[in-house]
């Protein structure tokens, strides 16, 4: 909870603070063929299809699982949207092909292993470990269909369009007419009422319309039993064969079900995640981050957004969002020096802490231990306040260490950005 509650402040704050790479903490995100298996246990109509990591792999699939097809679709698995039109570092083009079977592990070899840059990846681009192989479907009609929570009706919405195969901001745009939002009773479950007013709006012109009912109630059923945050499928097909098929699916699942989604959560691939926030979260703190040059370490959410936003106001530009928290450990501390230490960007690092439940005295002798650990080669800039506070000054002093020491919050500030010349 206390997670995502940061990322939301975050998301809101950091219009002032500067640029932020966008990570899902709240939100776990799995691949698209792990939402396919995890679909066709729930009965939802999914593409045959198999993920493959090797070459090898890649030839033995083609032979055991599409030994009579001509074609197949050979897609990058990435967490970014926007493979299609992405670009491999290596120069390949696209990372979403239909080719011939015999062309099918050619095209892999220039998938695998490779970085693919995407609209949603950011420059870095992401690894590609797997390719997702799938059939080739005839499609005579694409549409859109998506479960979310809705703030504004206090539950889950059921969004529909008839027209798909693009992104729902440019079909909003578009087509806003035939957009269509079903409110469900999140007490009372999906009725036949409201999956009959989702496949009205969704007009299938040759699937059956009670079958195509009875998808609309099972996704509903795997979005409330996986304590999933959002289901995506764009597009949401009909087949020459008169099926409904989910073609192409996104599935997010809430971070605080992790307890008793442990299935679902082992699927996690930390390798598409900001490593810096993976080893955030394996210490238990909250961290977020950003693109500046000031490291920030801060205990609470309002006083790490306050810092951000003055480092902002004296012309310095935040690398992080990182809360200790109140109960912070020494260990956790010095882990979060190890991750701000961590980041190349990193030319300063604030250090602010008003303590009332966090005692200044674990935050001093967590940098102290962190230094040790740590080859600090950036000027720190600390700032103490509140319970203990003349202890932790006091070890700060005894530990011989080059520290720039402030007053307040404007102070540390400034001195910070002044520390970037």
């Known amino acids: 909870m206390v997670r995502g509650m940061l990322r939301k402040v975050a998301n809101q704050s950091l219009s002032v603070a500067g640029k932020w790479q966008q990570q899902q903490l709240r939100r776990l995100n799995i691949h698209e063929y792990q939402g396919a298996e995890l679909m066709g246990k729930y009965g939802i109509n999914v593409p045959k299809g198999v993920a493959v990591a090797s070459l090898s792999e890649v030839k033995k699939a083609i032979q055991d699982v599409f030994p009579n097809q001509n074609e197949v679709v050979v897609k990058s698995q990435v967490l970014a949207g926007g493979r299609g039109l992405g670009t491999f570092k290596n120069g390949f083009q696209g990372g979403v092909h239909i080719v011939k079977v015999d062309q099918a592990e050619e095209i892999a070899a220039k998938m695998l292993g490779q970085i693919l840059v995407t609209k949603q990846t950011g420059a870095q681009g992401k690894v590609v470990s797997k390719v997702y192989l799938c059939e080739k479907m005839s499609l005579v009609n694409e549409m859109y269909f998506s479960i979310i929570l809705d703030r504004a009706t206090a539950g889950p919405l059921i969004i529909a369009c008839r027209k798909g195969g693009t992104s729902i901001e440019d079909l909003a745009e578009k087509f806003p007419d035939m957009i269509i939002k079903v409110p469900i ?221 402030a007053e307040d919050l404007d102070d540390a500030a400034e001195k910070a950005v002044k520390a970037l010349a």
């Open 185 to 405: 009773d999140v007490f009372k479950g999906i009725s036949d009422e409201d999956a009959a007013k989702v496949v009205d709006g969704l007009a299938p012109k040759v699937a059956d319309r009670n079958d195509s009912i009875e998808q609309v109630k099972k996704l509903y059923q795997l979005f409330c039993e996986s304590d999933c945050t959002m289901l995506e499928i764009n597009p949401l097909a009909e087949t020459s064969d008169n099926k409904l098929v989910a073609a192409d699916a996104k599935l997010n699942f809430d971070d605080n079900a992790a307890y008793r989604q442990k299935e679902i959560f082992s699927l996690r691939d930390s390798s598409q995640e900001d490593p810096r926030e993976v080893a955030a979260a394996k210490a238990d703190l909250n961290y977020i981050g950003l693109d500046g040059e000031i490291g920030c370490m801060v205990n609470g959410a309002g006083l790490a957004m306050a810092t951000m936003d003055i480092i902002k106001l004296h012309g310095g530009t935040p690398a992080n969002f990182l809360d200790v928290g109140g109960n912070a450990t020494e260990g956790q501390v010095v882990e979060a020096f190890k991750i701000l230490t961590a980041d190349e960007k990193v030319k300063a690092i604030l250090v602010n802490i008003f303590g009332g439940i966090m005692k200044c005295d674990v935050i001093a002798s967590g940098i102290v231990n962190a230094a040790k650990q740590v080859q600090l080669k950036v000027p720190v800039v600390v700032r103490l306040e509140g319970t203990n506070v003349e202890q932790g000054k006091r070890i700060l002093k005894e530990s011989g260490m080059t520290l720039i020491t």
